[in-house]
Structures are given as structure tokens and as C-alpha cells.
């Protein structure tokens, strides 16, 4: 798949706020697997957290260094979610989602939309017994934040979800943002 070049400089720390439509797409499958939900990649004026929150979960949000924690920031965490800092080629990302599979037996991320087609992450997809859940792409794309005159958004985003509880076959679903 061929990215467009934005032209725009990356945030610093990777911090992009996700619409709050992005995380409802995700809610009615949490539902069904969690009570309490952290988001460890909470940055300044994050809305994973507080849709949460709206939507009746228990949720922390934390902006720590996650990769060093052993253990969840509260005993009744069953699930993180969270739009991980990439890092370059993805490799935070990777980290993240290792990370967390090692911490709770949920776990759903907002990445690109191929970022489960890359050889070197076979380890998270293909070999995997975690991830034969759910893949959830997203019809709309997400704007990250709005520039006068800029062109529309160019990349393509998924909810991919690894849940260590799961038996059966893998499903992939379709979300758009409420019209």
C-alpha cells in the first residue's frame, strides 16, 4: 500500500488525539470481554479514556513509561486499550502489544490498517494463539487533527484485538463513524 506524504512534521511523542467516534466503533466488543479498561498511552487531552469512562467502564489512563511496568496500575484491569506510539517501523508499537499480552488477557490497539501484514510481525498475528479474535477496519478515516487548506487524511486504521480467553475462528469486521 503507497502512503501519501503529508508534508506535516509528526507530533512530538506520537501524541495524536483519537476522535471519540473511533473508540464507540470498539465499545460493544469491550462490553462483552471487560469491566475495567487502561489506556497506558494516555496523552494530553485523550479521549480513548473518557469515552470509556462515558460508556460505563472502569478506566485508567496513564502516561507513564509502560513498557517497564510488571503489573497493571489497579487489580481489577482486564483490558488495555490504546492507540500506541508507533516509533519508527513500528517497533513501539510491537512492544506495546507484546507488553500487554504479558499484563492482561485482553488487549486492543488502533494501528494502521496493515500493520498485520508485515513478516517480522508474524509473532503477533499469524503465530499467535492470542490474536484469533478480531480484526475491526474502519470505512472512515481518522482526522488527527484539522489544518486549514491540508488535504484529507490518507492512511487507513484498524482495532485489532487480542483476547488470551478466545476460542474459535478469527472474525474481521467493518465500523464506519455514525452518520
Known sequence: MAQRISGYARQ???AYETPAWVTRVVVPYLRQHCRHVWDPANGPGSKIASVLRDEGF???ATNDN????TSPP?????????????????????????HALELVPVVVMLLRIDFD???????????????DDRK????????????EGASGPSEN???????????????????????
Open 58 to 60: 472502569g478506566t485508567i
Open 117 to 131: 501484514s508485515g513478516k517480522t510481525r508474524t509473532h503477533l498475528f499469524r503465530d499467535c494463539m492470542a490474536f
Open 157 to 179: 486504521h484498524s482495532w485489532y484485538v487480542w483476547n488470551l480467553r478466545h476460542r474459535g475462528p478469527p472474525a474481521i469486521s467493518y465500523a464506519g463513524r455514525p452518520r
Open 74 to 98: 489497579d487489580t481489577d484491569v482486564d483490558g488495555v486499550c490504546t492507540s500506541p506510539p508507533y516509533g519508527y517501523g513500528g517497533r513501539l508499537a510491537c512492544q506495546f502489544i507484546v
Open 66 to 69: 509502560f513498557l517497564v511496568r
Open 12 to 14: 512530538r511523542d506520537d
Open 136 to 147: 475491526i477496519v474502519l470505512f472512515d478515516r481518522i482526522t488527527w487533527f484539522e489544518r
